[in-house]
């Protein structure tokens, strides 16, 4: 059974892709699968890829998507899809399994696609005799193939004989990983060769960088086994209400050509390259301890113990170079309280007495580092400021960075973008966290300018 069959018999999927409303997705799905495709199907693969329809499956199909567009429903169809309907008992080893992998960019995501894949097989009386086991992040079926959701992540996704691989908001993994969507897709295609698997990436599309963007660029309406598809919510998903699109668009012109229209954004560019941070992290230790006279400074981005890390960063200065010494973080839950006492107490062991700190995280943060004997003033320079700062002293390889991946990683996903009104923002991505980067790059501004901020700093941002 083909996959347009499959989407119409109303056994099977037909209740939920039967309509008319999917008549696009059908048209694009038939071309990556090699189905004859004519008159309107034709035409309308050919305004989503550019190219005209193979005359033969595609090996790979990377979708840029806008937002409501229906990729989810489309992601769950595909791993129900090739789990039920291409038998690799034949070619599996004694205990093997073959698994279609449906990777997510969090945990929440990854339980969406779950419920749609629940409800068109676990909930389906034709296809739940199939069902073995149903766990949370797993349905197992008696053709010894199993769906397993999983979240993005490189180490994770090894050691898996894939029937497929379906890498859901590609364009948002973030993670882990320095190039957590690169890293990934390396890992899983060697995964997939036993079987010959399919490769489908699905994503509304974000800045112009990262695994998606790169095939995009490289295969959009050219021919052969890598199909791309671009196209808008609406031209996807007609049932969209035009308003939604209307109004995202009054208020953010940009970000709805982004969101809604499927284009790759062009106000955000990246901050620095992995390569810059590997030349300037040192290969050990991870902490340098104190030295006698030695002057240090430290900088602080202070959390409520709820979503963001507690993080703290100590660094001095050498011959126009600044060293971070020691990075330290701590992930919620905690009490802010108790980890106040324990970097008061770090502080000390380095000679610092003095701080400086905004007034965004209230009057608590003085109040409790004064209990220990740490004193600050208002720091001079905002978040994306520091960044703005951080940024010669690492492509001039004038501040040794601690061997800590995470710092690397925050770093490298920074993203410069440019305002309306024409300003310049340095900040985490959508989805991303810069705790870490935020004490690490206020510690290095701080030596690396010791003639313009006379005291050592500690921010507390949000």
């Not at 709805?256 to 300037?280: I, K, M, P, S, W």
């Not at 608590?364 to 905002?382: L, V």
Request: with cysteine.
């Amino acid at each position: 059974m083909n996959i347009l069959e499959a989407m119409e018999d109303p056994h099977l999927f037909g209740g939920h892709f039967s309509g008319d409303t999917w008549s696009n997705w059908k048209a694009l799905l038939a071309g990556f699968y090699g189905l004859p495709l004519e008159g309107g199907a034709a035409d309308t693969f050919h305004e989503l890829t550019r190219r005209e329809p193979p005359q033969s499956a595609a090996d790979e199909l990377w979708l840029a998507i806008g937002r409501r567009g229906g990729k989810s429903n489309v992601a769950a169809l595909l791993a129900v899809y090739e789990a039920v309907f291409n038998d690799h008992r034949a070619i599996l080893a004694p205990g093997e399994v073959a698994t279609v992998m449906v990777i997510a960019a969090d945990r929440k995501q990854a339980r969406t696609v779950m419920r749609y894949i629940r409800g068109l097989l676990v909930d389906n009386p034709m296809l739940a005799r199939l069902v073995v086991r149903d766990g949370a992040e797993s349905i197992e079926l008696s053709n010894r193939c199993a769906i397993e959701i999983m979240t993005a992540s490189h180490r994770a996704t090894r050691g898996y004989t894939a029937a497929c691989v379906i890498a859901d908001e590609i364009a948002f993994w973030y993670s882990e990983g320095a190039n957590p969507d690169t890293e990934i897709i390396n890992a899983v295609r060697p995964s997939l060769a036993t079987l010959g698997g399919k490769l489908i990436a699905l994503s509304s599309p974000y800045a112009r960088r990262g695994v998606l963007w790169r095939n995009y660029r490289s295969y959009f309406g050219q021919p052969g086994r890598i199909l791309v598809a671009q196209a808008p919510s609406l031209l996807m998903n007609p049932t969209l209400p035009p308003q939604v699109v209307a109004e995202a668009r009054a208020e953010d012109p940009i970000a709805a050509a982004a969101e809604y229209d499927a284009q790759f954004r062009t106000d955000v560019e990246g901050y620095v390259t992995l390569e810059a941070v590997e030349a300037c992290t040192r290969p050990g230790p991870l902490e340098v301890p104190p030295a006698a006279g030695t002057t240090y400074r430290a900088f602080v981005d202070p959390s409520g113990g709820v979503a963001d890390s507690f993080t703290l960063a100590i660094a001095h200065h050498v011959k126009g170079n600044a060293v971070i010494d020691c990075v330290r973080a701590i992930k919620p839950p905690f009490s802010p309280e108790a980890v106040v006492e324990e970097y008061a107490a770090l502080l000390k062991t380095y000679r610092i007495s003095e701080v400086t700190g905004d007034a965004y995280a209230g009057e608590w943060p003085r109040e409790q580092f004064q209990k220990r004997g740490i004193t600050y003033r208002k720091a001079e320079r905002n978040r994306s400021e520091l960044y703005r700062d951080l940024l010669p002293l690492l492509n001039s390889e004038r501040v040794e960075l601690p061997p800590l991946a995470r710092l690397s990683t925050e770093l490298v996903n920074l993203e410069r973008r440019t305002t309306r009104g024409g300003r310049d923002s340095i900040d985490h991505p959508p989805g991303g966290h810069d705790d870490i980067a935020n004490a690490a790059a206020g510690a290095a501004v701080l030596v690396a300018h010791p003639h313009e901020i006379p005291k050592i700093a500690i921010t507390f941002a949000r």
